[in-house]
């Protein structure tokens, strides 16, 4: 799987968008990017993924570049609750388990 | 979203004994589920692939006569760490992957395990 390139942290006022940014340029035609959160002390929550287009669900938006070579992960309205490590994975479709980078750490202040 | 549930979620234990964890998919089969360990502010390690009815794949480094695998159903996975020592004190993870198709993986909510 490719690797990805991700800040090691981040700060957002709550309330305001928190746009974490993503390279991946060695992500090949058949890889997805996924991104997941961990908050401190539990397994990891799965956000949203995709692999051309962009794409929103109730969570967060993905904006992958027409090159594919990196992405953002907008999360519209930050709240408290936010605050996590974000990983970013490029993974290929089938059976593939996940492989967790160092992510970035985002912090969110009152 | 689909559950994957995991139990105990905090265990602390006497060097040399063993802990066993279980792993469970509450909503879905999961033919394969994945074993993760992770310590203090590092990121999540692959230990192990289950697959259900068959012998897990282990990861380089990863002692399979410690970590003992078993995945006898399409719910459920155990680990049992063998004769713990402190070193083997850790957060594990294991997630799961929906057979029916989705391309997802859920994840248990973690075990700390501490060793004295």
């Known amino acids: 799987d490719a690797k990805t390139t991700q800040p090691p942290s981040m700060d957002c006022a709550e309330g305001r968008a928190a746009n974490l940014p993503c390279n991946h340029s060695?992500?090949?035609?058949?890889?997805?990017v996924y991104w997941y959160r961990q908050i401190h002390s539990q397994g990891p929550q799965y956000i949203i993924h995709?692999?051309?287009n962009n794409e929103t669900n109730e969570m967060a938006s993905l904006i992958i570049t027409e090159d594919r070579k990196s992405s953002t992960l907008i999360l519209p309205h930050a709240t408290l609750r936010d605050t996590a490590v974000y990983y970013c994975?490029?993974?290929?479709?089938?059976?593939?388990?996940?492989?967790f980078g160092k992510g970035t750490m985002l912090l969110v202040s009152p | 979203g689909a559950v994957v549930s995991q139990h105990p979620s905090r265990v602390i234990c006497k060097s040399g004994t063993s802990v066993k964890i279980e792993c469970r998919s509450l909503d879905f089969q999961a033919t394969t589920m994945f074993w993760y360990r992770q310590f203090p502010k590092q990121s999540l390690m692959l230990m192990a692939t289950s697959n259900e009815g068959s012998k897990a794949t282990y990861e380089q480094g990863v002692e399979k006569d410690k970590f003992l695998i078993n995945h006898a159903s399409l719910t459920l996975s155990t680990l049992t760490v063998t004769s713990a020592h402190p070193e083997d004190s850790s957060f594990y993870i294991c997630?799961?992957?929906?057979?029916?198709?989705?391309?997802?993986?859920?994840f248990g909510s973690g075990t700390q395990l501490s060793v004295l």
């Open positions: 994975i490029v993974r290929s479709s089938g059976y593939s388990t996940l492989t």
């Open positions: 060695t992500i090949s035609g058949n890889e997805y």
């Open positions: 997630s799961a992957r929906d057979t029916g198709g989705s391309e997802k993986l859920f």
């Open positions: 995709g692999l051309k």
